[in-house]
Protein backbone atom coordinates (compact mmCIF):
# COMPACT_ATOMS: atom_id res chain seq x y z
CA UNK A 1 0.00 0.00 0.00
CA UNK A 2 1.70 3.42 -0.78
CA UNK A 3 1.25 6.15 1.38
CA UNK A 4 -0.70 9.68 -1.07
CA UNK A 5 1.96 11.92 0.08
CA UNK A 6 4.22 9.68 -1.97
CA UNK A 7 1.94 10.12 -4.90
CA UNK A 8 1.79 13.86 -4.18
CA UNK A 9 6.01 13.72 -4.50
CA UNK A 10 5.62 11.96 -7.69
CA UNK A 11 3.18 14.70 -9.12
CA UNK A 12 5.09 17.73 -7.79
CA UNK A 13 8.00 16.16 -9.07
CA UNK A 14 6.58 15.36 -12.68
CA UNK A 15 5.25 19.00 -12.51
CA UNK A 16 8.73 20.86 -11.84
CA UNK A 17 10.43 18.67 -14.34
CA UNK A 18 10.05 21.04 -17.39
CA UNK A 19 11.62 23.56 -15.27
CA UNK A 20 14.16 21.42 -14.13
CA UNK A 21 14.76 20.91 -17.84
CA UNK A 22 15.14 23.77 -18.81
CA UNK A 23 17.32 25.08 -16.40
CA UNK A 24 19.93 22.14 -16.09
CA UNK A 25 20.14 23.03 -20.21
CA UNK A 26 20.77 26.66 -19.61
CA UNK A 27 23.47 26.14 -17.07
CA UNK A 28 25.47 23.80 -19.61
CA UNK A 29 28.55 21.81 -19.11
CA UNK A 30 29.90 20.58 -16.69
CA UNK A 31 26.92 21.02 -13.93
CA UNK A 32 24.13 20.74 -16.75
CA UNK A 33 24.05 16.85 -17.35
CA UNK A 34 25.01 16.09 -13.87
CA UNK A 35 21.76 17.81 -13.01
CA UNK A 36 19.89 16.13 -15.05
CA UNK A 37 21.14 12.80 -13.96
CA UNK A 38 20.40 13.84 -10.37
CA UNK A 39 17.18 14.57 -10.95
CA UNK A 40 16.60 11.19 -13.19
CA UNK A 41 17.81 9.68 -10.23
CA UNK A 42 15.78 11.12 -7.81
CA UNK A 43 12.50 10.93 -10.19
CA UNK A 44 13.01 7.36 -10.94
CA UNK A 45 13.52 6.69 -7.21
CA UNK A 46 10.21 8.36 -6.52
CA UNK A 47 8.37 6.25 -9.14
CA UNK A 48 10.00 3.30 -7.43
CA UNK A 49 8.79 4.25 -4.22
CA UNK A 50 4.85 4.27 -5.61
CA UNK A 51 5.52 1.06 -7.11
CA UNK A 52 6.92 -0.80 -4.48
CA UNK A 53 3.17 -0.18 -2.80
CA UNK A 54 1.37 -1.79 -5.72
CA UNK A 55 3.91 -4.61 -7.04
CA UNK A 56 7.06 -6.54 -6.34
CA UNK A 57 7.96 -4.16 -3.01
CA UNK A 58 11.64 -6.08 -2.87
CA UNK A 59 12.70 -5.21 -6.46
CA UNK A 60 11.46 -1.83 -6.25
CA UNK A 61 12.43 -0.79 -2.78
CA UNK A 62 15.82 -2.13 -3.68
CA UNK A 63 15.93 0.22 -7.00
CA UNK A 64 14.14 3.14 -4.99
CA UNK A 65 17.42 2.95 -2.36
CA UNK A 66 19.83 2.07 -4.82
CA UNK A 67 18.84 5.43 -7.23
CA UNK A 68 18.85 7.40 -4.15
CA UNK A 69 22.58 6.26 -2.97
CA UNK A 70 23.31 7.03 -6.64
CA UNK A 71 22.29 10.51 -6.41
CA UNK A 72 23.94 11.24 -3.55
CA UNK A 73 27.19 9.85 -5.45
CA UNK A 74 26.24 12.31 -8.30
CA UNK A 75 26.29 14.84 -5.98
CA UNK A 76 29.33 14.72 -4.49
CA UNK A 77 30.74 14.47 -7.73
CA UNK A 78 29.18 17.47 -8.83
CA UNK A 79 30.48 19.61 -5.85
CA UNK A 80 34.38 17.95 -6.35
CA UNK A 81 33.51 19.25 -10.15
CA UNK A 82 32.76 22.89 -9.47
CA UNK A 83 35.22 22.86 -6.14
CA UNK A 84 38.15 22.06 -8.48
CA UNK A 85 36.78 24.95 -11.23
CA UNK A 86 36.43 27.42 -8.82
CA UNK A 87 40.36 26.45 -7.25
CA UNK A 88 41.24 26.68 -11.21
CA UNK A 89 39.94 30.12 -11.04
CA UNK A 90 42.02 31.38 -8.39
CA UNK A 91 45.03 29.96 -9.49
CA UNK A 92 47.20 32.65 -11.74
Not at 47 to 59: H, K, M, P, S
Amino acid sequence: MFQPSEIVVLIVSLAMSPIIVTSARRLGAPLGPRIMAVFACVFVAYVATVLEGILLFDLFSFLEHALLTLTGVLLMLGIIAVDRQVRNRREP
